[in-house]
């Protein structure tokens, strides 16, 4: 099959662009086939796992996030205790500001302002977290799984995409709550709540062993990645998997690790459909979504 | 100001996505800074350099760069020889072909077909460069510098970015023809050329040295970005700046150089915006360019 | 300060080629200034964490760790429940195998071999860890932390830096045990086991706010890094810290983060010195472990 | 075969390390691979190519450069105008210095001091180059290829590869000597010299149509390595290669292409031996150096 010399028309659509990069090369093709693998979960009736790990949030991607849930391109989220904790900022109503990787960074510590590459948000977003949080865990108790303080957290906020998952009782697991502020918190106020990842490990070997296609959404690696993907080693195997990554296969880490690797491990199955796209999900993320709202 | 998050619409295009990108973060982010960028140096009238190097012609970017010619996005191009090949390639009629980066090379090699990442061309379609460039370097004689020489064979192509050059007389400087093909077959059939380089630091230096504004549009490193920026030398430097890449800084080579560090240089002027994009240009250059065709 | 040519001579050191590198650039300058810098945190007498993340064990590191804890070149570690799954294998006997990373992966899930990059290790390894898992487990119950855990399993083996840290009362924390295949052990085995990390943070906490110069090593992101720099939130900052990453800044996540930003967050102090090596730890650990070994 | 798990001894030399990494994984690994292969080239007899792109000059890899061509582990150079450039200011006596990559670039430019990543060079040093540059260039005419024009240049200098290329009569071939500052003074000084690529292509063409085993060592990507494997397509293809970059296959452009995809241009043999490093060559490059001069 033929290249096609990519042709851009006045008001080009997101989702013809997306469609014209399946005929050109490199990563543009990886997006487009990601976007008509991603597209062919959905019809397939497939239960969908969405991992994201870096700084999604903070880069503006939680509407992405809730859209996802709400309209169903998946069914299960896998994120980390980072994200949740500047989601609650923002649906706190504080907000990450447009900020510089060139900022003097002890000159930002003076002012109360934390960097996350080119974001700043400011100390005072925490405390209001803090409050929040100590709420929230001063009123449940027991042993808990990541997915239903998750839901308990969400079931208490507007404007989130916990909330959605909450509304929606999509389990939104983070086997990296304790390694976050949150987690801090959690040692700090919820006295009474041990949390459980058992129970998390418990419910989301139940999800991989349904009757039915599973796919799997990777964005970035880390622990999301491997939580989700490790999950299958007692099931079948995935039947589809998209991976946008910025880490290489060559340094031999997991997060760079290729999909086809994963098949090794009998976590993809063998003759599963993957596609890895090379680029930063701020840019492809948002593309995705885009060529879907438009598929349905 | 606040990080803003994205919000995607039905049917949305590329040129609101984009828009919505500035107010971002990350790559997003740089992506929506460098369109508006691109546009305002077009808005101020400056005169544009576009330099390219990796494999965009064999990837689909040809009527992106013919477009770039034709639209005045740009006024003078800096590529590479294997670019300038590949494009004389596809306006004779061949195509390079939709491939897979785990084919087997030897194989590869015993059918005639040579691959570039995930795309492959056949043998033939060089043997027809040959057949051409052997006319053509047959007829001229004398010193000629690369730009003249591409003007030479845009003149007898149709379809091309060579031919859109050529009829607005737009230079064309390729600094590495010889190594390329087209090199070799200049030494076997332009036996009365001698390629003189000389000529096209003369005609840059010139083009440089305009009162105007001037701006640089750099894909991917390499000579092409040596060769623009250093012809800056003996000017007052560039008034704007973008560069897409998949190299980093960190390992302190020229492709994946700061655009800050050419401001050490004086290549680029003390207070001139830059803008840098680390991604592929796959991705990121067909989107600029669409934003550029709906802002005009 | 001029830069030295490096002057390579006949049966030179480790150690002196790493002394030379200070006087060279990019990364080479890195790995020389790192060296030093471990070096002077040894001599001020600091607290040292050593976290490490990506599939070290697998590739060859056990010794160094295990002489990193021996020779007190760091005095806690934190590193991922991979690590500990295949420091297990090796530890019962088990080894992985020189493979390649173009093998066809299909083929190898067919003979019971698990991919890692370049490396092999055959399904039976995990049988072993099982069995053995499955007694340590069942021989122990109540709320605890990673790092008792970890000394308990050190304390069964021989031939493992868990046997070392065990002997010399090292805390290993893994906060993501649950996250990797002991994770899923203990949850079949462990019945009387609750897997607490608050009592994990609790401890940290306490290292943390010790009236001592503190310094981190931190070989490759992850969860890992977050969690030991993360834990100086409620102290003072680090005083050191070098790290060694693949990854780059310009994406955003926190693998990739410089230590810098880590001063926006506090983490670090405003006038620690750091330092970022940019390249493969299975190159640049064993140069530092060297450099170390002959500088006490 | 096993992977061991590296030991390190007091006092290790740079060679046992070497050895030692051959059975570690990932970079390690390709580095001691890479050091066994380019040895046995030697011992084979090979006829072979040393390319380098990338600031290897200001990085202090001069002596290893010269000590390459006078040792005999490479019969051919082949870099970059800017390279020589820096060579040039070496000889001369001027010095690159130890810098910093977060210096402020305005602030420099106006202490005359050009940025290359970590290191600085004050302006000074390329008018000392322009002058002895005028003089070389005003005594030689007539159409000289690049290394005519290099051994010339060796001839005038003390201390340096060129000088050692120029007595060992060892090609330096330099297809981007126009796109420097170097080229900017060929074109003002050099009125009656023609710098004819012409003849550099033939020579090379010559060099691998040996009847010899053919090696190459590529640092680095960019022209010098095209150049270099483009000389190839009409003989038999290199016995063997090994390739060092921080580039990666998956953006599709030259410098970061497998050795393998070479396989499918018939520029490197089917049964070729070929191993990639994915590293910085300021680290990988000593090593390599000083495993063999301790082999020979």
Known sequence: ?????????????????????????????????????????????????????????????????????????????????????????????????????????????????????????????????????????????????????????????????????????????CPTFHDSIAGLHLMLYGKKVVLDYKKDIKKILELCSQNRKMGIIIVGGGVPKNFALQSMLLSKGFDYAIQITTDSPHFGGLSGATLEEAKSWCKIKKDAKVVTIYCDATITLPILFAYLVDSI
Do not use: Q
């Not at 991992?51 to 309209?71: D, K, N, V």
């Not at 949080?133 to 208490?156: A, D, P, Q, T």
């Open 1 to 173: 099959m033929k290249i096609e010399s990519l042709r851009i028309r006045k008001e080009m659509k997101v989702f013809d662009l997306v469609e014209a990069f399946t005929l050109s090369a490199f990563n543009a093709r990886r997006l487009g086939d990601s976007a008509k693998l991603w597209k062919r979960m959905i019809e397939d009736d497939a239960f969908i796992f969405f991992t994201f790990a870096g700084a999604m949030i903070p880069a503006g991607m939680r509407e992405i996030i809730s859209g996802t849930i709400e309209l169903g391109f998946a069914h299960s989220i896998v994120t980390t205790g980072a994200n949740i904790v500047h989601e609650i900022c923002e649906s706190l109503g504080y907000s990450h500001e447009i900020g510089s990787e060139k900022a003097n960074d002890p000159e930002l510590a003076e002012r109360d302002l934390n960097r996350i590459y080119d974001v700043f948000i400011p100390t005072s977003a925490f405390f209001a977290v803090e409050e929040f949080l100590s709420k929230v865990f001063g009123e449940i108790s027991g042993n808990l799984s990541s997915y239903e303080i998750l839901w308990e957290i969400g079931s208490k906020l507007e404007n989130s995409f916990l909330r959605v998952a909450f509304e929606k009782r999509v389990p939104v697991f």
